[in-house]
């Protein structure tokens, strides 16, 4: 299903309608021109949540392949390789495929071996030929002595560093980067202070110093976010991508969120019912410094989740014109921290349920849900420290889903960034992220206010 979305000009009068699908096939069209008949040895596309990233590459690989120009796909985790993969021999089951993986002992998705069309080999020798070879920058960095690729493409390249980028660039001659800017910045093990500011800061995202040193490399973005509802991509194209805003692919009232059990009066109830109508809600818990894993706010997310299961709810949606049954499976819980999440589990197995996706952000970035519920950053905290003021976190963990987003927090989130000290170091040459985790903050709780729901606990 295609929506029109209408709008109006500046002067008051009927402007032309929005087509979603036609504004993304013309974005998709002038990337193609240039990765398959452009000069440049780079080309850079900018994408929102959800605007299908992994729908582009996979379609620049095969029709880069069916130009007779094979490729190398670099990705960023196992989990990331073996989906392209999978998607690849799904849209063309002819197509070579070779999947380059680790000598560990399970290096790939076994759901690999039923597909005819995929080589695998810990070898990249035992590949050459292949039309595409997928595998990630960690394993691409010790391929040595081949011929270079003509092409490659670089999958989550806002997650790559640029050190991971250096070790592999030998190993193609033009590349197409592929990311989100509104993700989490790559994760580095050790401090990387000394090198901040300098143009090979190799912690660096890959898509930053890539052009820092060629500004003229043809950049590109993608307008629509297809996850997202019209409910939620205003105000997440506003707080995390002032500068690329971008659309949802729906227009109110494609996707319709209902439950078959009435509420029983209580704050999680009625919260499940706020998002359920205006895809966001807020369930506001009494201020209180907290330790980290704050038993009423963990029991709190518990009690969302059960209660989304126990009222029987049903999506409706441009995938399905019939109501289809809310599973655990469409529920995830997003923290900001892996102890977070570990209690959450274990309140959710005293609570019986099992199969709900509770992780990080940093392990929720590219996955998606019919409803996610989360705990914001920085409930009950006495400080906002930069981990927490991260604006890459919070994007994750808002836009994961297509109906509609439940944050459970401690009141007084406002009053902590209003007390906030601006004493960050000032590093000259660093470029200044905006917006800033300050100003995100700020944005979401402004909108989430709206849709509060007390919860007297």
Same mark, same amino acid.
């Given at each position: 299903?295609?929506?029109?979305?209408?709008?109006?000009?500046?002067?008051?009068?009927?402007?032309?309608?929005?087509?979603?699908?036609?504004?993304?096939?013309?974005?998709?069209?002038?990337?193609?021109?240039?990765?398959?008949?452009?000069?440049?040895?780079?080309?850079?596309?900018?994408?929102?949540?959800?605007?299908?990233?992994?729908?582009?590459?996979?379609?620049?690989?095969?029709?880069?392949?069916?130009?007779?120009?094979?490729?190398?796909?670099?990705?960023?985790?196992?989990?990331?390789?073996?989906?392209?993969?999978?998607?690849?021999?799904?849209?063309?089951?002819?197509?070579?495929?070779?999947?380059?993986?680790?000598?560990?002992?399970?290096?790939?998705?076994?759901?690999?071996?039923?597909?005819?069309?995929?080589?695998?080999?810990?070898?990249?020798?035992?590949?050459?030929?292949?039309?595409?070879?997928?595998?990630?920058?960690?394993?691409?960095?010790?391929?040595?002595?081949?011929?270079?690729?003509?092409? +490659?493409?670089?999958?989550? #390249?806002?997650?790559? $560093?640029?050190?991971?980028?250096?070790?592999? @660039?030998?190993?193609? /001659? =033009? &590349?197409?980067?592929?990311?989100?800017?509104?993700?989490?910045?790559?994760?580095?093990?050790?401090?990387?202070?000394?090198?901040?500011?300098?143009?090979?800061?190799?912690?660096?995202?890959?898509?930053?110093?890539?052009?820092?040193?060629?500004?003229?490399?043809?950049?590109?973005?993608?307008?629509?976010?297809?996850?997202?509802?019209?409910?939620?991509?205003?105000?997440?194209?506003?707080?995390?991508?002032?500068?690329?805003?971008?659309?949802?692919?729906?227009?109110?009232?494609?996707?319709?969120?209902?439950?078959?059990?009435?509420?029983?009066?209580?704050?999680?109830?009625?919260?499940?019912?706020?998002?359920?109508?205006?895809?966001?809600?807020?369930?506001?818990?009494?201020?209180?410094?907290?330790?980290?894993?704050?038993?009423? +706010?963990?029991?709190?997310? #518990?009690?969302?989740? $059960?209660?989304?299961?126990?009222?029987?709810? @049903?999506?409706?949606? /441009? =995938? &399905?014109?019939?109501?289809?049954?809310?599973?655990?499976?469409?529920?995830?819980?997003?923290?900001?921290?892996?102890?977070?999440?570990?209690?959450?589990?274990?309140?959710?197995?005293?609570?019986?349920?099992?199969?709900?996706?509770?992780?990080?952000?940093?392990?929720?970035?590219?996955?998606?849900?019919?409803?996610?519920?989360?705990?914001?950053?920085?409930?009950?905290?006495?400080?906002?420290?930069?981990?927490?003021?991260?604006?890459?976190?919070?994007?994750?963990?808002?836009?994961?889903?297509?109906?509609?987003?439940?944050?459970?927090?401690?009141?007084?989130?406002?009053?902590?960034?209003?007390?906030?000290?601006?004493?960050?170091?000032?590093?000259?040459?660093?470029?200044?992220?905006?917006?800033?985790?300050?100003?995100?903050?700020?944005?979401?709780?402004?909108?989430?206010?709206?849709?509060?729901?007390?919860?007297?606990?």
């Amino acid at each position: 299903m295609t929506t029109v979305h209408d709008t109006a000009d500046a002067a008051g009068g009927p402007a032309p309608a929005f087509d979603p699908g036609a504004e993304a096939a013309r974005a998709t069209d002038a990337i193609l021109r240039d990765t398959l008949h452009g000069g440049h040895r780079g080309v850079v596309v900018d994408s929102p949540p959800g605007a299908g990233k992994s729908t582009l590459v996979v379609r620049a690989a095969l029709e880069l392949a069916a130009a007779g120009r094979p490729l190398m796909v670099i990705a960023q985790t196992n989990a990331q390789v073996d989906d392209l993969v999978v998607r690849l021999a799904e849209k063309n089951p002819d197509a070579a495929v070779g999947r380059l993986h680790s000598n560990d002992a399970d290096p790939y998705d076994k759901a690999l071996d039923e597909l005819p069309g995929v080589r695998k080999s810990a070898k990249a020798g035992d590949l050459a030929g292949m039309d595409i070879v997928l595998s990630t920058a960690a394993k691409w960095a010790h391929v040595k002595g081949v011929e270079p690729w003509r092409h +490659a493409i670089v999958d989550e #390249a806002y997650q790559m $560093r640029s050190d991971a980028l250096l070790a592999v @660039a030998g190993l193609f /001659e =033009r &590349a197409l980067f592929v990311g989100d800017p509104g993700q989490l910045d790559p994760f580095a093990i050790v401090g990387a202070e000394q090198w901040a500011g300098l143009s090979y800061d190799p912690s660096a995202s890959a898509v930053s110093t890539l052009l820092a040193h060629n500004p003229e490399l043809p950049q590109h973005r993608l307008p629509v976010s297809w996850r997202l509802p019209a409910s939620a991509a205003p105000l997440v194209s506003e707080a995390f991508y002032p500068y690329t805003p971008f659309r949802s692919g729906t227009g109110p009232g494609d996707r319709r969120l209902a439950f078959g059990v009435p509420s029983d009066g209580s704050g999680p109830d009625a919260v499940i019912d706020e998002a359920a109508h205006a895809g966001w809600g807020l369930l506001e818990l009494p201020a209180r410094h907290t330790p980290r894993t704050d038993p009423e +706010a963990v029991a709190a997310l #518990a009690k969302v989740v $059960r209660r989304l299961l126990d009222r029987e709810g @049903a999506s409706v949606s /441009e =995938r &399905a014109a019939q109501p289809v049954p809310l599973t655990a499976d469409r529920i995830a819980v997003g923290t900001a921290h892996r102890d977070q999440a570990a209690a959450v589990r274990a309140a959710l197995a005293e609570l019986g349920v099992t199969d709900v996706t509770v992780d990080t952000a940093n392990r929720l970035q590219g996955r998606e849900f019919d409803v996610t519920v989360v705990l914001h950053p920085l409930s009950g905290r006495p400080d906002a420290t930069a981990f927490h003021l991260e604006t890459g976190r919070l994007c994750v963990l808002a836009s994961r889903h297509r109906h509609a987003c439940i944050v459970v927090s401690r009141a007084g989130v406002p009053d902590l960034l209003d007390a906030h000290p601006s004493t960050e170091p000032v590093q000259l040459g660093v470029t200044v992220k905006f917006p800033d985790g300050w100003d995100a903050m700020m944005t979401t709780w402004d909108h989430l206010a709206a849709h509060r729901v007390r919860d007297a606990r």
